[in-house]
């Protein structure tokens, strides 16, 4: 009789169906166990039961909106992040520095311009967009001001810029 490895996990030959509570709890485990977070101290920062966070990451139960938000405050994330059903349901901790080609995430689309954040969603200091402006796209014909500063490179084609009165034509 062939040894069996006590290492090995059973073979599941039943097909789970889907269940997107599951995923959302296979993130936040991970996430937790990277920030290197039992669940006695997530229960402490959120206010939550252990029991009740356990069942969440377990995929028993799906949580509150207030879980949600109470959760992603406590481990660093936005909601958005937690509760993406386009996520990979996999927690990579480089995730907390960069953001991959493939992984960013499109903000605006709209008047020709298409604006993706480059920065990860946990950094709370500063945002940075990559922003493509077809011919003729325009941020529309009302000024806008927000708070913050911005920097641009023009890396192809040319660009006018606006700044109060004065019109700036930018050049690769």
């Given at each position: 009789m062939p040894e069996s490895n006590p290492h090995e996990r059973p073979q599941n030959t039943v097909k789970q169906p889907f269940d997107p509570a599951n995923g959302l709890g296979v993130r936040l485990k991970e996430l937790r166990r990277a920030?290197?977070?039992?669940?006695?101290?997530?229960?402490?920062?959120?206010?939550?039961s252990v029991g009740s966070l356990s069942q969440v990451e377990r995929g028993r139960v799906s949580p509150t909106i207030r879980t949600i938000y109470s959760v992603a405050t406590a481990l660093g994330v936005s909601p958005a992040?937690?509760?993406?059903?386009?996520?990979?349901?996999?927690?990579?901790?480089?995730?907390d520095y960069i953001v991959r080609a493939g992984r960013r995430r499109e903000v605006i689309n709209s008047?020709?311009?298409?604006?993706?954040l480059a920065t990860p969603e946990m950094q709370k200091r500063y945002r940075g967009f990559i922003v493509t402006i077809r011919p003729g796209g325009s941020s529309g014909d009302e000024?806008?001001?927000?708070?913050?500063?911005e920097i641009g490179i023009v890396l192809d084609g040319s660009l006018v810029l606006e700044i109060g009165q004065r019109a700036y034509r930018l050049y690769k």
């Open positions: 920030r290197g977070m039992t669940l006695a101290q997530l229960a402490a920062k959120t206010g939550l992040w937690i509760i993406d059903p386009e996520s990979t349901g996999r927690y990579a901790p480089d995730e008047n020709g311009v298409v604006k993706h000024p806008y001001t927000h708070s913050g500063e």
